[in-house]
């Protein structure tokens, strides 16, 4: 008897996730490997504000109990960082020296925090959101009524300022380009997207580049941001919030296309017959528009992960846009974003 | 009532390979651990081949509250060697911690790295250790005390009482050495610190504090040389054998500088000889061995018993029969301690079930052998040899000898060393003693020691019944009723080194709301029956549970009471588990006797 055919998954969030679930019910025999450098089982980072709300449970984050895992049959190999994958021999090799074979891969690596070079010294003195244990330590050194500077402000920073402004904290936005990441606003929306997050009690500081995080002088807790033009904020936390950078490194040597995120034809496949990739890290062929795009938002990267794995399985199923990328604000001065839609 | 059990109750199974320094490490976590106050159960397993072979693992039970046993399943596991780890993963509760080298500068396999076995719904903490320990000291020896100093700092264990044990440890070596083996701690302690902890495994303070500087980590084979050395041993004669050897070891090194004598003989015959020697000539004498050399101390074991010398020996039981499994437990020598050799040779066999057992049965015996005047048999095993335990010794000597008093030469008769007395127990009197020459003999004897079969069965009366009254022997724990008082549904009778596990699956049963009950017994012979047919009037059913295939002790009770018992073996080389146990006392609680499921093992024993 031949042996089971061996998928591989890069990423364990939502379009990983998805993806295993999917290639568990399409195929009750194959082995299945999710591979990544978290150290819990899946849950949906869309729902780390709820930490502010008193859910600082990780096991309450959990989209499946741990059971779920070893009643499928899906390996979870968590704090594995992928170094290289080489598509010729269809092997990847790991941080710690591990080679695994794959007779199909599947990209989710997602994207990491992007941070403007200016701060990228600064960024150890600075609290990231990206995981359950980054949220935790926000949610440690923040105080309840405590100060958070915000830097950029996308989506799901505009998430937790909102969680943190209801329960109690004090909110500063500094803008820059990336303020509303993935929504591209014209300056008209923009505008009042801002004048909305002010009415909400957010304090906007527009036309202020940071440029260094530090500690006040002899004081254990708290940070000071300096900015460009000489003037500075005291703060208890400093979140930066530029949005997400595919992570595609480790795909250098795969053989497949890359731009900024992984090419990938509608039907999710790479550029190599046996690598698919889904979610933030690839970008898939519009043949409306003639480009590569993203497609951003809970619900997308969760039905990309689905398909790329029922595509893996033989069908041929085009990635058909859920949720359109759009942000707007009602009457009422509420913002409303695609991209909250989970 | 049910014993609540709260606070701190956390085990740590340290695993690797031969010159990973496993044993070192779990030996520092179980030291400091005691010296913090907490009670300590532990268990070392490793091969007997040499170094870069063999698997590893350290096993420590850190508890508040005192605990009888390691348990099923640990709360964390320390990968030093992923090859070796990587099979007790398994072992590791739901949302227990695995600890591992998540940078090894080796090419692994496929399913080589521990990360690819761990469960979901366990926390996985890769971190560093190699290139941490090479930056702290700059080398990569010291691995396992940075991973000790990582679990110390992810668990918020002071850092200061690990300084101190390991100060202690190194002591005999260059400072250099204990300052690089204190760097790698801190330094792992920095990495454990800075980790955000994600499993539930809670290290509370230990509830006796003030205890700490009093408790003792002992092996069961070092509470037996303690006690030994206690109780005033005068001579050893030994021959190496695993897992009784260390007790050799430690009386080379001790007895000598307390006034005694030591001797490795040989072999087992000869060790056995020269103890029945010394004790025929006045000397506390003793020797210790496991299940094959017993078999070849059986000659002498008989003569000892006509001769009514006294002198003990220790057996540590190992997997057999024959060689066996040298380096696996098991509980299959009892027949051969009770019954060994030729002929009605009863003797006296102690068999106690925790490290302090080992400690005041050895430092009791020889007081025991002497008022007897037969062989003494402290009867352990593999698993109570190696288990460490936190034991507080009483502060002043309570198993020094007294002094002879020699008996008294009846006027106008000669000295009868055999005299048939109502308690069967003659004056003795020690070669020399002026007055009181006398014969000594293997074959059948009259009371002045002379060869005659005219009183064979008087004195084999004597030599039986003579025992009769050790059962009460003042100050020894021979047999002990745990748990629930009056009727109860299930009563377990356990010995040796199986008892831990007895006790936990009682507490167990009884958090459950099954009535049970559970008693130790510490005599095997002469067994206590009168007290343990108490126990059984009182239970619908008596399980005894023991690792060894027969149910030699199960035979023993069942025989000698002529009353019906549930047997549960296991050979496994394992200790047993609390888990199985418990469902078998679940089964009986629910169904009774003949009812239910049995597992194949348990079918060939049934019930009797």
């Not at chain 1, 329960?167 to 303020?179: D, F, K, Y």
């Not at chain 1, 950078?245 to 999710?268: C, H, K, S, Y």
């Not at chain 2, 003494?376 to 010794?393: A, G, H, K, M, W």
């Not at chain 2, 025989?559 to 296991?570: E, H, I, W």
Request: glycine share 10%; aromatic share 8%; with cysteine.
């Amino acid at each position: 008897m031949a042996d089971p055919l061996h998928h591989v998954i890069i990423g364990s969030g939502s379009a990983g996730f998805g993806a295993a679930a999917t290639l568990r019910e399409n195929d009750p025999d194959c082995r299945i490997s999710m591979i990544t450098m978290d150290s819990l089982p899946f849950y949906n980072r869309y729902d780390l504000p709820r930490i502010f709300r008193g859910c600082t449970d990780w096991h309450e984050l959990l989209a499946v109990p741990p059971a779920y895992y070893s009643e499928n049959r899906i390996t979870l190999r968590r704090h594995n960082k992928v170094v290289d994958v080489d598509g010729k021999t269809q092997q990847i090799r790991l941080a710690h020296q591990e080679v695994i074979h794959f007779d199909s891969l599947l990209v989710c690596a997602g994207g990491r925090a992007y941070l403007p070079e200016t701060l990228i010294d600064s960024a150890p003195l600075m609290h990231g959101f990206g995981s359950y244990e980054a949220a935790m330590r926000l949610y440690r050194d923040l105080p309840e009524n405590g100060h958070a500077v915000m830097i950029g402000g996308d989506m799901i920073g505009i998430d937790l300022a909102l969680t943190l402004l209801d329960t109690g904290r004090r909110v500063t936005l500094v803008t820059n380009a990336q303020t509303f990441w993935p929504h591209e606003p014209d300056d008209e929306l923009r505008a009042q997207l801002l004048q909305a997050l002010a009415r909400r009690g957010i304090e906007v500081v527009q036309d202020a580049r940071p440029a260094t995080v530090t500690t006040p002088e002899g004081a254990e807790r708290g940070r000071v941001v300096a900015f460009e033009d000489g003037t500075t904020m005291t703060a208890d936390v400093v979140i930066p919030s530029c949005g997400l950078v595919p992570m595609v490194e480790f795909m250098l040597n795969a053989g497949v296309d890359i731009e900024r995120g992984l090419l990938v034809t509608p039907e999710l496949g790479t550029t190599h017959p046996h690598i698919w990739a889904a979610g933030d890290v690839c970008q898939i062929w519009n043949d409306e528009e003639k480009a590569y795009k993203f497609y951003h938002g809970w619900k997308n990267v969760r039905v990309m992960g689905e398909l790329a794995a029922r595509n893996i399985k033989g069908a041929h199923e085009i990635f058909d846009v859920k949720v359109e990328d759009r942000i707007e604000v009602d009457d009422q001065g509420n913002i409303h974003s695609t991209f909250w839609t989970h | 009532m049910a014993k609540s059990r709260n606070g701190t109750d956390i085990q740590f199974a340290i695993i690797g390979s031969a010159g990973d320094g496993t044993i070192a490490a779990g030996d520092i976590m179980k030291r400091a651990a005691a010296l913090m106050g907490y009670k300590v159960i532990a268990f070392d397993i490793y091969p007997p081949e040499i170094r870069g072979f063999g698997k590893c693992i350290s096993r420590i039970r850190i508890s508040s509250q005192q605990t009888y046993s390691l348990k099923h399943k640990s709360d964390v596991l320390i990968s030093l060697n992923d090859s070796h780890a990587i099979a007790h993963v398994g072992e590791v509760r739901d949302f227990g911690a695995v600890l591992f080298e998540d940078s090894p500068i080796a090419a692994i396999p496929e399913g080589g790295h521990i990360s690819a076995h761990i469960a979901a719904a366990q926390v996985p903490y890769g971190f560093a250790n190699r290139r941490i320990c090479e930056e702290a000291t700059g080398k990569a020896r010291s691995r396992n005390i940075v991973a000790l100093g990582y679990a110390a700092g992810l668990f918020d264990i002071p850092a200061e009482i690990f300084h101190e044990i390991i100060a202690q440890k190194f002591a005999k070596k260059p400072q250099a050495v204990t300052d690089d083996n204190i760097r790698a701690f801190d330094a792992g302690f920095a990495a454990g610190k800075a980790t955000f902890k994600l499993d539930d495994v809670r290290v509370g303070m230990p509830q006796q504090v003030a205890n700490g500087k009093d408790a003792v980590m002992m092996t069961g084979n070092g509470a037996v040389a303690r006690g030994f050395l206690e109780a005033g041993i005068d001579t050893y004669f030994g021959y190496p054998i695993t897992p009784a050897t260390s007790i050799m070891e430690r009386l080379a090194a001790a007895l000598p500088r307390a006034g005694g004598r030591f001797l490795q003989t040989e072999d087992e015959i000869a060790a056995i000889s020269a103890t029945l020697g010394a004790g025929y000539a006045g000397a506390r004498a003793a020797t210790a061995t496991s299940g094959p050399g017993l078999a070849l101390m059986t000659e002498m074991m008989g003569l000892g018993v006509m001769a009514e010398v006294p002198f003990v020996v220790v057996v540590s039981q190992r997997g057999g029969p024959s060689t066996g499994l040298p380096t696996k437990t098991e509980q299959s020598d009892l027949n051969l301690a009770v019954f060994g050799g030729s002929g009605d040779a009863r003797r006296i066999v102690l068999a106690p079930t925790n490290v302090e057992g080992c400690y005041r049965c050895a430092g009791m015996a020889f007081e025991i052998a002497e008022k007897y005047q037969t062989p003494v048999i402290v009867l352990i095993d593999l698993y109570l040899s190696n288990r460490f335990e936190t034991v507080i010794p009483p502060r002043e000597n309570v198993f020094a000898p007294k002094p002879r008093i020699k008996p008294e030469l009846p006027e106008n008769q000669p000295y009868r060393r055999f005299a048939l007395t109502d308690d069967g127990i003659s004056p003795r009197a020690l070669p020399g003693d002026e007055g009181h020459m006398h014969t000594v003999t293997g074959l059948e004897h009259n009371e002045l020691g002379r060869p005659s079969d005219a009183l064979h069965q008087q004195m084999n009366a004597k030599r039986h019944d003579k025992l009769t009254s050790a059962t009460r022997y003042p100050g020894l724990t021979t047999c002990k009723r745990f748990g629930d008082e009056g009727r109860v549904k299930v009563g377990i009778l356990g010995w040796g080194s199986t008892f831990g596990e007895i006790l936990e699956t009682m507490y167990a049963a009884q958090d459950e709301g099954i009535s049970c009950a559970a008693m130790k017994v510490v005599m095997l012979s002469p067994l206590p029956e009168e007290r343990i047919n108490e126990f059984f009037d009182d239970c619908d059913h008596i399980l005894v549970p023991e690792l060894n295939h027969e149910g030699q002790f199960a035979n023993l009770v069942s025989g000698a009471l002529g009353r019906p018992v549930v047997r549960l073996n296991r050979t496994t080389g394992a200790p047993m588990m609390v888990d199985e146990i418990l469902a078998e006392v679940r089964r009986l609680a629910q169904t009774g006797i003949g009812e239910g499921t049995h597992s194949p093992v348990q079918q060939q024993g049934a019930t009797t």
